[in-house]
């Protein structure tokens, strides 16, 4: 037990100082008789059970003969301390980092002091994420509470060597984030890399949590593509962590940061491995489809369809008879924003109204634009296909990322016909090869090429197979059964 103040007195002089006299409801700061003895605690209203505080300090109350017996020796008190989550704080700074995380803060007659964990978050109970579902399997998922999220995580993985390190990032708003490896599997380079990264961080406050932090993780910067991979379900997360990956749990926040990844893991979903196999390797192949079609449909049928010229006869009814008054590009382009446009509305609509939204959408806007003209029906229908193939894709982000392209690949056909298109996708194909987030290829493995692990990302193999861990998680103990 460490001596942070001269008396109780004291401590709450300098509990006052930061907190004022009666200035925030919330900052309690109560002297109470334990053991027989006058004492201070401090915690944050709100941030703690309140039922367990009162069994506490019955309890405590109670013995007086371990007061008498250990008046002159504090440290003995924490053998009769009847609650097992009991830490000794360093310094005053962790002690009211403590305070303001959840944590009961006592300091007894002559200042020695510590921590007990009684934190009671407020927030929700785990449930399915809406942008993560599956026909079979678990319907648990992660919340805004780290301790929860933690919990939900050890449930699945009941290993010793499964470790959260915490950590308390920015200046304000002391955010707590957890790392989540499993030791042994968990590269020491990459550790240390997070670890580093985490220490640099220089901020008031990660308001914007888990996205925030991954901008100061890996300086993203105007980089459209993602560099993590989040995930709301906690058997994903544990599928990662046993391969290798790390998992960054940041407290208020539902979402958990996987690292390192590639553009193939934001393809994967854990519906591939609710089914059989081949029904696995099926939907995942319409997967990869349909993210391919989604980014190319759209700009090739513009190519196709405004140089009829590249047409055989056997496609000549490719493209629009009449292009109308304006202009087949500009066209495209107030559709594609369109529906952007109408995918924001409905976020922010509320949901009696949505229903009633997507009929304007559909009757007024679409059908009333074809009648007069605006838009050919081919537009639309095109438009609407490449809308529909981006939400095969898992991963939110990368569907954004994938509508951006489709739009830079529009352009360059539009301006430079066939030259443009095909240069534009060896644009995108070299800009993806030269990202390296956390000095691993973003391409892996087709670039570089391992034809054992593509393999694995086309094909959906039995459980049984023995699969070793991905070289991209640079494991030290790529052998997951020893």
Avoid at 57 to 71: K, V
Avoid at 101 to 119: N, Y
Avoid at 191 to 196: A, F, G, S
Wanted: aromatic content about 12%.
């Amino acid at each position: 037990m460490s001596k942070l103040f001269e008396s109780t007195k004291e401590g709450e002089q300098w509990f006052q100082e930061l907190f004022g006299v009666e200035e925030t409801y919330d900052a309690t700061a109560k002297t109470v008789h334990l053991w027989g003895m006058k004492t201070l605690i401090f915690y944050i209203n709100g941030l703690v059970d309140g039922s367990i505080i009162t069994t506490l300090l019955t309890e405590m109350q109670q013995n007086y003969e371990t007061g008498e017996a250990h008046r002159d020796d504090p440290k003995g008190f924490l053998t009769y301390f009847p609650y097992h989550a009991l830490t000794d704080a360093k310094d005053r700074d962790e002690f009211l980092t403590a305070v303001l995380s959840g944590q009961v803060g006592f300091v007894m007659p002559d200042g020695f002091a510590f921590i007990g964990d009684i934190r009671s978050y407020p927030g929700r109970q785990p449930e399915e994420p809406d942008t993560e579902k599956v026909i079979r399997g678990s319907r648990d998922g992660f919340t805004e509470n780290i301790v929860l999220n933690t919990a939900l995580i050890r449930r699945r993985l009941r290993t010793e060597d499964l470790r959260f390190e915490m950590h308390h990032t920015s200046a304000n708003g002391k955010t707590d984030i957890a790392i989540a490896f499993i030791k042994g599997a968990v590269s020491e380079e990459h550790l240390n890399y997070v670890r580093e990264r985490l220490d640099k961080v220089k901020h008031d406050g990660l308001t914007m949590t888990d996205k925030e932090l991954e901008e100061f993780l890996f300086k993203q910067r105007f980089h459209p593509m993602p560099f993590v991979r989040y995930t709301e379900r906690p058997d994903i997360c544990s599928a990662h962590l046993l391969e290798g990956h790390i998992a960054i749990i940041v407290d208020t926040s539902p979402s958990v940061i996987l690292v390192p990844i590639t553009l193939f893991h934001h393809l994967q979903h854990a519906e591939e491995y609710r089914q059989a196999p081949f029904i696995g390797t099926f939907v995942r192949w319409l997967r990869l489809i349909g993210t391919a079609a989604s980014l190319f449909l759209l700009p090739f049928w513009y190519l196709l369809a405004s140089r009829q010229h590249y047409l055989p006869a056997a496609l000549n009814y490719i493209g629009p008879n009449d292009a109308g008054e304006i202009p087949l590009f500009v066209q495209i382009l107030i559709a594609d924003v369109g529906i952007e446009i109408l995918r924001m509305a409905a976020i922010h609509t509320p949901s009696p109204m949505t229903t009633a939204m997507g009929l304007v959408a559909a009757i007024v806007i679409g059908q009333v634009a074809i009648d007069v003209g605006l838009f050919t029906a081919e537009v639309v229908l095109y438009v609407a296909v490449c809308a529909i193939l981006t939400f095969a894709i898992p991963s939110y982000e990368l569907s954004i990322t994938t509508k951006i392209f489709r739009l830079f690949l529009l352009i360059c056909t539009a301006i430079f016909g066939a030259p443009g298109f095909f240069l534009g996708v060896a644009v995108v194909f070299y800009y993806l090869c030269s990202l390296h987030p956390m000095r691993m290829p973003y391409m892996w493995p087709l670039v570089p090429f391992f034809p054992n692990a593509m393999k694995r990302v086309l094909i959906r193999y039995p459980m049984t197979n023995d699969a070793p861990r991905p070289f991209i998680t640079d494991s030290p103990n790529r052998n997951r059964l020893s």
